[in-house]
C-alpha cells in the first residue's frame, strides 16, 4: 500500500506547486470563499494552505488519507458539488506518502476541532482541539523519504515562483474566493473574493495592464467567452501574459492560443505577445474526452469552429473599439 503510494504520487505530486494545487483545488470544492496559501523555502519545507470551507467530519479524516477515496462522486450525482475540481481521491494519499502532514480541521456541525498527523503514510495522532470552522493543511518537508525525488526540484526561488503562478492562476479561475499568499513570511498576493475579474488582474498585474484592457463577450451554443485582453500598446515579449481559462481550470489548448494570437495579428509586432485574462465556457460534448485529466492540453471535436470563433471574438473586441493597427 505505501509503495504504491509512493509511485503514484510521482504522477501528481512532483514539486511543491502540486501540493499546492491539490490542496487548494479542495478548499476550492469545499465551498471555501478564502483560502490562504503559505510557504516557506519554495514549499519544500513549509506549506500551509487555511481555507474557510466545509471542514472534514472526524470519522472520515483517516478514509481522506486512503487512495482512491473520495467524497465527491456522490455530490457530483447530487449535483452539490458542481465546481468540483477533483474527484478521483488520490491528492491526500499521495502527499501523506512523501512528506509530514498535520490537519486541523472543523466542521460547522462539531463542537471541536480535531488535529491529525500523517507521516509517510503513517498515522502518528489524532486529538480533538479547539479550531474555527474549515480546515488547514501543513505540509512539511516534502519528499523528505524519497531523496531521488527531491534532488529534481529546484532551488528554492524557483520553486517559490512556481507556486506563485499558479496561485495567480487560481485566483484568476476564482474570483469568488479570496486568496492571500504569503512567501517567507512576505504578503504577495491578496485578492478580495468580490468577483471582478478586473480587480484580479490589478493585483496580479499591477495599474498599467488594469487600466488598458478591452471587455471581451461572445456567445455561441457551445462556447461563450468572457472576460479581458490587453490593447496592443501593453503587449509582451513573452507569452506569460496568456492567461485563459477553461470550464474554471488553467488549461492550454493549442487552438485558442493559435486563435488569440491570429486576431491580434496586424495590431501587435511579431515575437509580441498579447495579455489575456479570459473565461471559455465550452460544452463538455464538444471536448475531446480522451485526453487525460491532468494533462494540460485540450482536443476539441470541432476543432475549426473553435478556432474561428475565438479568432473572431478577438478581432471584433480589437477593432469594435476603433484602434489603429500599429504596425504590419
Ligand atoms: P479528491 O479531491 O479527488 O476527492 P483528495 O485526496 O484530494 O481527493 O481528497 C480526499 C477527500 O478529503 C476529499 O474528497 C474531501 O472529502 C476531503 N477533503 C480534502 N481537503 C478538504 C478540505 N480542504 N475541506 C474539506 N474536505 C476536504
Ligand atoms: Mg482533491
Given at each position: 500500500q505505501n509503495t504504491i503510494n509512493k509511485i503514484a504520487a510521482g504522477e501528481v505530486i512532483e514539486r511543491p506547486a502540486s501540493v499546492v494545487k491539490e490542496l487548494a483545488e479542495n478548499a476550492i470544492d469545499a465551498m471555501a470563499t478564502a483560502v490562504t496559501i503559505e510557504i516557506k523555502d519554495g514549499g519544500i519545507s513549509f506549506i500551509r494552505i487555511t481555507d474557510n470551507g466545509c471542514g472534514i467530519d472526524k470519522g472520515e479524516i483517516p478514509m481522506a488519507?486512503?487512495?482512491?477515496?473520495?467524497?465527491?462522486i456522490k455530490s457530483v450525482e447530487d449535483l452539490m458539488?458542481?465546481?468540483?475540481?477533483?474527484?478521483?481521491?488520490?491528492a491526500l494519499s499521495s502527499i501523506a506518502a512523501v512528506a509530514q502532514i498535520e490537519l486541523i480541521t472543523k466542521t460547522k456541525e462539531a463542537f471541536t476541532g480535531v488535529r491529525y498527523v500523517i507521516e509517510g503514510g503513517k498515522e502518528q495522532n489524532m486529538e480533538d482541539i479547539g479550531a474555527p470552522d474549515g480546515t488547514t493543511f501543513i505540509v512539511r518537508n516534502l519528499f523528505y523519504n524519497t531523496p531521488v525525488r527531491r534532488k529534481f526540484l529546484k532551488t528554492a526561488t524557483t520553486e517559490a515562483g512556481y507556486v506563485s503562478a499558479l496561485v495567480e492562476h487560481l485566483a484568476f479561475s476564482h474570483p469568488e474566493v479570496s486568496f492571500r499568499f504569503i512567501n517567507n513570511g512576505q504578503n504577495k498576493l491578496y485578492t478580495?473574493?468580490?468577483?471582478s475579474l478586473k480587480d484580479i488582474i490589478y493585483h496580479v498585474n499591477g495599474r498599467d495592464i488594469a487600466t488598458n484592457l478591452l471587455e471581451v463577450s461572445a456567445k455561441t451554443q457551445d462556447i461563450q467567452i468572457s472576460g479581458f485582453i490587453g490593447k496592443?500598446?501593453?503587449?509582451?515579449?513573452?507569452?506569460?501574459?496568456e492567461n485563459y481559462f477553461i470550464n474554471g481550470r488553467y488549461i492550454k489548448s493549442n487552438i485558442i492560443t493559435r486563435a488569440i494570437e491570429e486576431g491580434y495579428k496586424g495590431y501587435i509586432m511579431q515575437h509580441q505577445y498579447p495579455f489575456t485574462a479570459l473565461h471559455f465556457t465550452i460544452e463538455q460534448s464538444i471536448?475531446?474526452?480522451?485526453?487525460?485529466?491532468?494533462?494540460?492540453e485540450l482536443r476539441f471535436s470541432q476543432n475549426e469552429f473553435v478556432y474561428d470563433f475565438v479568432l473572431n471574438a478577438i478581432r471584433n473586441t480589437l477593432s469594435g473599439r476603433e484602434l489603429v493597427p500599429e504596425v504590419r
Amino acid at each position: 500500500q505505501n509503495t504504491i503510494n509512493k509511485i503514484a504520487a510521482g504522477e501528481v505530486i512532483e514539486r511543491p506547486a502540486s501540493v499546492v494545487k491539490e490542496l487548494a483545488e479542495n478548499a476550492i470544492d469545499a465551498m471555501a470563499t478564502a483560502v490562504t496559501i503559505e510557504i516557506k523555502d519554495g514549499g519544500i519545507s513549509f506549506i500551509r494552505i487555511t481555507d474557510n470551507g466545509c471542514g472534514i467530519d472526524k470519522g472520515e479524516i483517516p478514509m481522506a488519507f486512503l487512495r482512491h477515496s473520495t467524497s465527491k462522486i456522490k455530490s457530483v450525482e447530487d449535483l452539490m458539488c458542481v465546481r468540483s475540481l477533483g474527484f478521483r481521491g488520490e491528492a491526500l494519499s499521495s502527499i501523506a506518502a512523501v512528506a509530514q502532514i498535520e490537519l486541523i480541521t472543523k466542521t460547522k456541525e462539531a463542537f471541536t476541532g480535531v488535529r491529525y498527523v500523517i507521516e509517510g503514510g503513517k498515522e502518528q495522532n489524532m486529538e480533538d482541539i479547539g479550531a474555527p470552522d474549515g480546515t488547514t493543511f501543513i505540509v512539511r518537508n516534502l519528499f523528505y523519504n524519497t531523496p531521488v525525488r527531491r534532488k529534481f526540484l529546484k532551488t528554492a526561488t524557483t520553486e517559490a515562483g512556481y507556486v506563485s503562478a499558479l496561485v495567480e492562476h487560481l485566483a484568476f479561475s476564482h474570483p469568488e474566493v479570496s486568496f492571500r499568499f504569503i512567501n517567507n513570511g512576505q504578503n504577495k498576493l491578496y485578492t478580495s473574493g468580490n468577483g471582478s475579474l478586473k480587480d484580479i488582474i490589478y493585483h496580479v498585474n499591477g495599474r498599467d495592464i488594469a487600466t488598458n484592457l478591452l471587455e471581451v463577450s461572445a456567445k455561441t451554443q457551445d462556447i461563450q467567452i468572457s472576460g479581458f485582453i490587453g490593447k496592443p500598446m501593453i503587449s509582451r515579449g513573452n507569452r506569460t501574459y496568456e492567461n485563459y481559462f477553461i470550464n474554471g481550470r488553467y488549461i492550454k489548448s493549442n487552438i485558442i492560443t493559435r486563435a488569440i494570437e491570429e486576431g491580434y495579428k496586424g495590431y501587435i509586432m511579431q515575437h509580441q505577445y498579447p495579455f489575456t485574462a479570459l473565461h471559455f465556457t465550452i460544452e463538455q460534448s464538444i471536448i475531446d474526452v480522451n485526453v487525460h485529466p491532468t494533462k494540460m492540453e485540450l482536443r476539441f471535436s470541432q476543432n475549426e469552429f473553435v478556432y474561428d470563433f475565438v479568432l473572431n471574438a478577438i478581432r471584433n473586441t480589437l477593432s469594435g473599439r476603433e484602434l489603429v493597427p500599429e504596425v504590419r
